[in-house]
């Protein structure tokens, strides 16, 4: 692989205050000496002066701020200016504008089927930015378009392997762990974006939902999903207060109960606890068995 060889160039105002004298020099002197008549070969001697002042200046360059330049020489790579400023070079060097600065995108939204098979909706906007221009200009075809595509890629990827919810605590979902998904999704990014010397700052997922044609259904299936979610955590909490109820009662010895009369007041507490709606008081005016 092509490493980034990072070196500074040397001044271009410099290159600037020598060549552009000696162009106004050598041109006064090619028309004084064509004024006068000196030999031909004195024309064609200063003639071959201006060329090599002109082609010296073309070596001039400006690096802006978060940029930097890949020179090439004939093909091979010789090193990346990242010195803002008025800078020079050889000439015959050939040199590529990289941005360095923070750039993002949001992927399109891609159509794909979660862990449980179920269609949805997914887009993910990445942060990133280009830290090895060498590998960015060398390694891969054309680095902005490899970073969209591999992104997608790996945005795919990520939608197969969790299902849209979950109402266990345990499972991860892409809707109940934002945080953990989020991180999962920008090491895969950069994992697939290395060699392309491209580093991935944030990835988090910008749009989610069920594909249009089961959102109706799944919309139900979340609703019947929390609701026995719901219900179970009701009727664990319920049946612990109906044991530390009847702990109570049997400790401070206020009542004592046999199983029948007991299992009535079990029946009547769990009614009250897992009611929908609240208990309506009943007095009873007999004894306990009446």
Known sequence: MIRENVRSAASGLLALAILLPLLILLGYL???TAQRGYSPWWLVGIALLVAVDIILLAGVFVVNPNEGKVVQLFGAYKCTVKSPGLRWANPFYSKRRISLRI?????????????EGNPIEIAAVVVWRV?????????????????????????RNLATS???????EQVMSLRGQTAAIAEHLKSEIQERLAKAGVEVIEARISHLAYAPEIAGAMLQRQQAGAIIAARQRIVEGAVGMVQMALDMLSAKEIVRLDEERRAAMVSNLLVVLCGERGA???????????
Do not use: C, M, W
Request: charged residues 20%; negative net charge.
């Open 280 to 290: 309506q008081p009943v007095l009873n005016t007999g004894t306990l068995y009446q």
């Open 162 to 168: 969790y299902p849209y919810d979950s109402h266990e």
């Open 30 to 32: 090619f028309i004084a």
């Open 131 to 155: 830290v090895d221009t060498a590998e960015a200009s060398f390694e891969v075809d054309n680095y902005e378009n490899y970073v969209h595509i591999q992104s997608e890629a790996a945005v």
């Open 103 to 115: 750039r993002n995108f949001e992927s399109q939204h891609l159509k794909v089927n979660d862990k």
